[in-house]
C-alpha cells in the first residue's frame, strides 16, 4: 500500500503542474497520459513517473523462469526456517508459565530467524520479483541498487 502511495504521489506530481501549464497557455489542448501508460508504471519497478521509459527490444523468458523459482525457492527456505527454527521455539514457550528468562531467551533465539527471514524477504521480492517483473514489462533501466 505504501509503495501504491508513493506511485500515485509521483504520478500526481509529475503530470498535475503539466496539465495546469497547458491549461494556462492554451486552453483547448490539455495533455493528459493515457491509462495504458499509467498501468506500465504501476507495475514497473520505479517510483519516479515518466510517460516513456527505455524498454529492451525482447523478453527473455528463461530469466523470468528463473528469477520465479528463486522467488519459490526462497518461500520453501523461509518455511524451512519456520519449521525448524521458530516454531518449536515458540511451541515450548507456550507449554512453560510466563517468566523474564524464558522472554528473554525466546528473544534471543528468535534473532537469527529474524534477520535470516528479512534477506530472504529483500532477496525474494526486492531482487527476484521486481526483475522478473522488469523483465516481463521490457523494462530496460535497471539501476535498482544505485
Not at 524498454?55 to 528463461?62: D, E, Q, V, Y
Not at 517468566?99 to 528473554?104: I, P, S
Not at 526483475?131 to 541498487?145: I, K, Q, S, T
Request: glycine share 2%; hydrophobic share 50%; charged share 15%.
Amino acid at each position: 500500500q505504501v509503495r501504491l502511495v508513493m506511485k500515485a504521489h509521483s504520478f500526481i506530481r509529475e503530470n498535475v503542474p503539466r496539465v495546469l501549464s497547458s491549461v494556462k497557455d492554451k486552453p483547448g489542448t490539455v495533455h493528459i497520459p493515457r491509462i495504458s501508460q499509467y498501468l506500465y508504471f504501476l507495475f514497473a519497478p520505479t517510483l519516479i513517473y515518466r510517460d516513456n521509459y527505455p524498454r529492451n527490444p525482447t523478453i527473455r523468458w528463461s530469466y523470468v523462469a528463473t528469477k520465479f523459482a528463486q522467488v519459490l525457492g526462497s518461500l520453501f527456505y523461509a518455511y524451512y526456517i519456520f519449521v525448524r527454527l521458530c516454531i518449536p521455539q515458540f511451541r515450548n514457550s507456550s507449554q512453560e508459565t510466563f517468566n523474564l528468562r524464558g522472554l528473554v531467551l525466546c528473544i534471543f533465539n528468535s534473532i537469527l530467524p529474524g534477520v535470516l527471514i528479512l534477506f530472504l524477504v529483500f532477496f525474494a521480492f526486492l531482487h527476484c520479483w521486481l526483475n522478473a517483473f522488469a523483465e516481463m514489462l521490457r523494462f530496460a533501466d535497471r539501476m535498482f541498487y544505485k
